[in-house]
């Protein structure tokens, strides 16, 4: 890396009255540092390379803010530069100024940036104080991420993910259940929202976080929510059932046309199916769910996919939903305490289950890869394929 004396040059380039060229060729030098992890784990030891990066955010140049603002996305990739740029470059303040102006060019890059700040919980807390230490709130970062067209420069959509993100932290889950807020029937729409995965699938998963309070399930699946047909429509298929299955359904996954698709992403699949499933943790949850008939849906999905995690995750729901309900005194799931003998044996078993996913999904990649090769050069194996045992109730 740069001796100390370079690095010193180095430094005097990365200044807002510097010549252009100069600093245009200064900014992409740290850029170039910031593209493997050796280059990101020296600057993270230069705080002050992380402080010009951000001084030059307000540059004139429009190439070199982007250089800078891609930059410090590679850096806040690293979850051990996360403290130095929240506490010691202190990045937030302009982050969220800038994030806040609808003619900002650049709030696409800082929405990546708070979003991967705030991926590890330690961090998480910086971001958050900092939202209510700025004046914006949780309440505004709403607005702005449902209102469609406010900088008519960037999409947002990572304001998703940092949802997500937040939604680890009982303050922000708390905000996103209050009953009198609303937020929560606000964000509903976008798991079905088709231009773009990363913003469905950070509502997805503030979601599932939230779903992790056992206390508002009632709630959310009462009418004045109606969570379930937003977390089932997109695992929903064409495939015809039975006029007493369709009419025991919500109203909107009632005799679905034959061109409906499900959800292509099998992350977000996942994670609809383990909101589903935590929605199963108290009896009321799986009274509503075994009363408005989730089960058919599941039965179609669970014939229909291909991922091995995500068939795992459906085939634990099922077992719920046509289990028999657990004996006195242990109804709700969340509140059982495990033995210690038995919660081992659970993550042995756990450990197990998915050594056997990465299996498949290792054959799964294989056999894609051998049909895409030309038909002269694919190889005829003689073995068996493997086969998936379902639980009862379901077909493979």
């Known amino acids: 890396m740069l001796s100390e004396s370079d690095a010193k040059e180095l430094l005097s380039f990365l200044k807002l009255d510097m010549r252009p060229d100069v600093k245009g060729q200064a900014t992409e030098y740290i850029l170039g540092l910031t593209?493997?992890?050796?280059?990101?784990?020296?600057?993270?030891?230069?705080?002050?390379?992380?402080?010009?990066?951000?001084?030059?955010?307000?540059?004139?140049?429009?190439?070199?803010?982007?250089?800078c603002y891609h930059a410090l996305i590679n850096l806040s990739a690293d979850e051990t530069l996360h403290q130095v740029m929240v506490k010691e470059t202190d990045i937030l303040p302009t982050l969220l100024k800038n994030l806040l102006d609808p003619k900002y060019m650049?709030?696409?890059?800082?929405?990546?940036?708070?979003?991967?700040?705030?991926?590890?919980?330690?961090?998480?807390?910086?971001?958050?104080?900092?939202?209510?230490?700025?004046?914006?709130?949780?309440?505004?970062?709403?607005?702005?991420?449902c209102t469609e067209g406010y900088n008519k420069h960037a999409s947002l959509h990572y304001l998703g993910p940092l949802l997500s993100n937040l939604t680890q932290l009982p303050e922000t889950r708390h905000f996103i259940l209050d009953k009198e807020r609303c937020v929560v029937q606000r964000l509903l729409p976008y798991t079905q929202y088709e231009a773009s995965t990363v913003r469905?699938?950070?509502?997805?998963?503030?979601?599932?976080?939230?779903?992790?309070?056992?206390?508002?399930?009632?709630?959310?699946?009462?009418?004045?929510?109606?969570?379930?047909p937003f977390l089932l429509l997109p695992l929903a298929g064409p495939?015809?059932?039975?006029?007493?299955?369709?009419?025991g359904l919500p109203v909107d996954l009632q005799y679905l046309p034959e061109d409906k698709k499900r959800e292509e992403d099998p992350d977000i699949r996942k994670m609809l199916?383990?909101?589903?499933?935590?929605?199963?943790?108290?009896?009321a949850g799986r009274q509503i769910m075994?009363?408005?008939?989730?089960?058919?849906?599941?039965?179609?999905?669970?014939?229909?996919?291909?991922?091995p995690q995500v068939i795992s995750a459906c085939e634990k729901l099922v077992q719920v939903l046509i289990g028999d309900e657990p004996e006195a005194g242990m109804?709700?799931?969340?509140?059982?305490?495990?033995?210690?003998?038995?919660?081992?044996?659970?993550?042995?078993?756990?450990?197990?289950?998915?050594?056997?996913?990465?299996?498949?999904?290792e054959e799964l990649r294989e056999e894609k890869s051998e049909k895409e090769k030309p038909e002269g050069q694919r190889e005829e194996s003689g073995e068996s394929q493997p086969t998936s045992t379902s639980p009862e109730g379901l077909e493979r």
């Not at 104080?129 to 004046?135: D, F, K, M, S």
């Not at 976080?209 to 109606?226: I, P, R």
């Not at 199916?273 to 009896?283: D, G, M, Y």
């Open 331 to 361: 109804e709700n799931l969340m509140e059982v305490e495990i033995p210690a003998d038995v919660e081992q044996k659970l993550k042995d078993l756990d450990a197990k289950e998915q050594e056997q996913i990465e299996k498949e999904m």
């Open 106 to 145: 650049f709030s696409d890059r800082i929405c990546t940036i708070i979003s991967n700040l705030s991926r590890h919980e330690k961090t998480c807390r910086e971001v958050f104080r900092a939202i209510q230490e700025h004046n914006i709130g949780l309440a505004k970062l709403v607005e702005i991420f």
């Open 239 to 247: 495939e015809e059932l039975t006029d007493e299955e369709n009419e």
């Open 273 to 283: 199916i383990e909101t589903l499933l935590l929605l199963t943790a108290t009896k």
């Open 200 to 228: 469905r699938g950070g509502v997805v998963g503030t979601l599932r976080n939230c779903c992790f309070d056992y206390a508002h399930h009632e709630w959310l699946l009462s009418d004045e929510v109606d969570i379930l």
């Open 290 to 307: 075994k009363r408005k008939n989730v089960y058919p849906i599941m039965r179609e999905f669970h014939k229909w996919e291909k991922e």
């Open 35 to 67: 593209g493997n992890r050796d280059g990101c784990r020296y600057l993270r030891t230069k705080p002050d390379f992380l402080r010009a990066l951000l001084t030059l955010t307000a540059d004139s140049s429009v190439a070199i803010v982007k250089d």
